[in-house]
């Protein structure tokens, strides 16, 4: 008579499983919008724009301009870089910055915390600052060309003895050109506008930045999880690799690559995201094999939540604040190692970043210095920003962790 | 079981990545096209001859037509043998021109490294123990100074002022001066200050920041209440245990900043050392010794880190090596 009430160990837990692995979260709502809006941009670039193919001559052209919104009067053309940067940027804005506003408690806890580090302030202020002007600024300001009637503009309030320009656009008072406000930055040796090349300079910076994050992030989260459910031989190699890579110096490695493949900042960033992921899987792998000893795991595993659930909702957030601030200290370097390979002349240099600027100014240090000090000041000030930063983030998620893990 | 066969397992190790080294080396070689045949296909093609043929010619010169793996063979006893070939842009060979280039970058690497060491903990240490004060504050702003400014625009900015502005260092190094000179040390003085600059933040933070657990523990106070002075509860006491989780990270970090920035420095003030070599054999496409400079600076790392943990298991008693 009772036959039909379900009795316990009769549901289908594999079903409710299924179930509630398919509520869809407001963030994974954003990233699918996100992607699908990227998608739908890509698909009219590649359609509708025309492409570097010419069917006339039969030839591809390869890095060409074609700008993608010529249709809106527009002239940006969006490189490969651009979408991998705003699927990035799409991911930050929903994993990091939503996640944020979903826990005000938290966020009101660490912002407290960090308030009182007025460096860490300042710092996070001048990121903003260069994150900010470095995505809108491109889109608006037209990039730096070359225009050999205004070279060697000095920036505002300085002054040029006037043999060097050929054509001082400021006002010239006792054989000095002095800055005007049409170059306020001043100009190089080949009359490229810095303050142009330092905003461009600014969007690379935040490229190499995010996409690298990108990059570490997954790869070093997959290989973690990996090595620590698989265990035995799978995690023995995969840790092991990580040691080589650890001990790998990457900078070699690159000169090595770049000789025998040639340079793009593309290659650039996914090479140096591809040899930098050991820190985050080693965080995220010790975290995995420390928590699945817990008792919540465990509560959580009984009550029929999947491995990829535990991972994605209890390991990883656990892992977040080891993850961040490795990164921190990760993103720095590799803006250093961008602006090193462009001053060896090794880098891209068809790009206006500023480690390009700071080569470019090198030989005219003596009588125009500007061209080297102020992209070299921005690039300190970017690095500085990314360790105080990095230094705070280090105190305010992880107070019991030492400055051990700084390096 | 223990100390020894875990020195004898890392020693192996150490074998079996620079074998991984070599490998991937050869492979990323292998897998691109060959800068010579390309010249000699570019070569043929403008003169009007047969690309092909020319391609054929030149890697019969260069024995590329043999089979993958008899030339992989070759490659690594070539490797482990020191026969790494021959540098066509210096005319001499590649073990040569390494040796000659080790010649100027070990001048200036040498008291690099021994002032990081000395320095560094010592500073840090001595922020601890006046932790908060003006000091300290300065000392940290050194750090993060150091730290945050790139080594070749520091290089730069200095040989504006030293060498440009005051005349008082030459702007070329000159490679004509004995090692032990005035001169030299001269004109290795601002090289080595940048790096050093770069390397003793770092460590700075971390000896400080260890150093500072250490000044409330327990022997520090006893040793205060039996009225041991400062100085050399510091110098005693508080250093030693300091220098244990330094120096796990000390010799990695070194060899980082060794592979990277000192290719910077040798290229800013013209030092003909390894790191220029390096440079200049990518610039003119000599395969070779690109290859020769990339595989001697990969050694040195694995090395030095096999150097790091051997020395550390003898420092350090405390180490299980059961599990290991």
């Known amino acids: 008579m009772a036959t039909d009430r379900q009795s316990f160990d009769e549901i289908d837990w594999g079903q409710i499983d299924e179930e509630s692995e398919r509520e869809i979260s407001p963030n994974f709502i954003i990233v699918a919008i996100g992607t699908a809006l990227m998608g739908a941009v890509w698909a009219f670039d590649y359609f509708f724009v025309t492409g570097t193919w010419d069917a006339a001559i039969g030839m591809d052209f390869g890095n060409q301009y074609t700008p993608t919104f010529e249709v809106i009067g527009w002239g ?22 939503l996640p944020l506003y979903q826990n005000p408690r938290m966020t009101k806890y660490y912002w407290r915390d960090m308030k009182r580090n007025r460096p860490a302030m300042a710092s996070l202020g001048w990121l903003l600052f260069i994150f900010v002007i470095g995505v809108i600024g491109p889109a608006i300001i037209q990039a730096p060309t070359v225009d050999l009637m205004t070279k060697y503009q000095p920036p505002m309030f300085l002054e040029i ?19 005007s406000l049409e170059h306020p930055l001043g100009t190089t040796g080949d009359g490229k506008d810095i303050f142009r090349i330092i905003v461009y300079g600014m969007q690379i910076s935040m490229k190499i930045g ?32 990580v040691d080589i890579q650890q001990s790998f110096p990457t900078f070699i490695l690159y000169l090595l690559i770049l000789y025998i493949y040639g340079a793009s900042l593309f290659l650039f960033i996914v090479l140096f995201s591809l040899f930098s992921w050991e820190g985050t899987a080693r965080y995220v792998r010790s975290n995995a094999l420390a928590k699945t000893e817990e008792e919540y795991i465990k509560a959580v595993q009984l009550s029929g939540a999947s491995t990829y659930r535990v991972i994605r909702s209890h390991i990883m957030p656990n892992s977040a604040s080891s993850i961040v601030t490795d990164i921190t200290l990760l993103i720095p370097s590799f803006i250093l190692f961008e602006a090193q390979f462009a001053f060896l002349g090794l880098g891209d240099s068809t790009i206006p970043s500023w480690g390009v600027l700071i080569a470019q100014g090198r030989s005219d240090l003596a009588f125009a210095p500007w061209i080297t000090l ?11 920003a990314f360790n105080f930063l990095g230094d705070a983030l280090l105190d305010a998620l992880n107070p019991e962790a030492d400055a051990e893990a700084e390096q | 079981m223990g100390m020894e066969w875990y020195i004898v397992r890392r020693v192996a190790w150490a074998a079996i990545v620079t074998f991984i080294i070599v490998t991937i080396t050869w492979g990323l070689m292998t897998a691109a096209p060959n800068p010579q045949v390309q010249q000699a296909v570019t070569q043929a093609a403008m003169d009007g001859e047969n690309p092909a043929e020319a391609e054929e010619r030149m890697e019969a010169q260069l024995q590329l037509d043999r089979p993958l793996h008899v030339r992989f063979m070759d490659y690594v006893v070539g490797v482990y043998t020191l026969e790494w070939g021959w540098s066509n842009t210096r005319n001499q060979p590649v073990t040569a021109a390494l040796v000659s280039a080790l010649y100027y970058t070990v001048q200036y690497s040498v008291p690099w490294t ?28 050194v750090a993060f100074f150091g730290y945050a400014i790139p080594n070749f ?29 005035v001169q030299n040390v001269i004109q290795l003085t601002i090289p080595i200050f940048v790096l050093v600059t770069g390397s003793i933040g770092a460590i700075m933070r971390v000896s400080r920041n260890e150093a500072a657990e250490y000044a409330n523990a327990d022997f520090v106070k006893t040793a205060k209440a039996k009225g041991v002075s400062t100085y050399r509860i510091y110098a005693r006491h508080v250093i030693r245990p300091t220098m244990v989780p330094l120096s796990t990270t000390m010799v990695g970090y070194l060899l980082a900043i060794f592979t990277g920035s000192s290719l910077l420095v040798e290229v800013v003030f013209g030092i003909p050392g390894l790191g220029r070599t390096l440079y200049d054999a990518v610039v003119a496409q000599d395969t070779n010794l690109v290859l020769g400079s990339t595989l001697f600076f990969t050694f040195v790392a694995t090395i030095g880190n096999l150097l790091q943990d051997l020395v550390y298991t003898v420092l350090d008693p405390r180490i299980s090596f059961e599990d290991r």
Do not use: K
């Open chain 1, 76 to 97: 940006y053309d969006v490189t490969q870089l651009d979408w991998l940067f705003a699927f990035s940027l799409v991911l930050f804005g929903a994993y990091m910055i």
């Open chain 1, 161 to 179: 003895n006037n043999v060097y320009p050929i054509n001082c656009v400021g006002e010239v008072a006792g054989g000095d050109c002095h800055g």
């Open chain 1, 210 to 241: 995010f996409i690298a994050t990108l990059f570490v992030v997954t790869i070093g989260s997959i290989v973690g999880t990996v090595a620590a459910y698989a265990g035995g031989l799978v995690d023995e190699v995969l840790m092991r690799w």
């Open chain 1, 374 to 384: 102020i992209p070299g000041l921005f690039l300190f000030f970017t690095i500085l």
């Open chain 2, 114 to 141: 021994i002032l990081t060491v000395l320095i560094g903990p010592i500073v840090g240490v001595y922020s601890a123990a006046n932790q908060y004060s003006w000091r300290d504050h300065a000392a940290t702003g």
């Open chain 2, 153 to 181: 625009f520091f290089g730069i900015i200095l040989l504006l002022i030293f060498g440009v502005q005051l005349e008082w260092i030459p702007i070329v190094y000159q490679t004509g001066v004995p090692v032990f000179s």
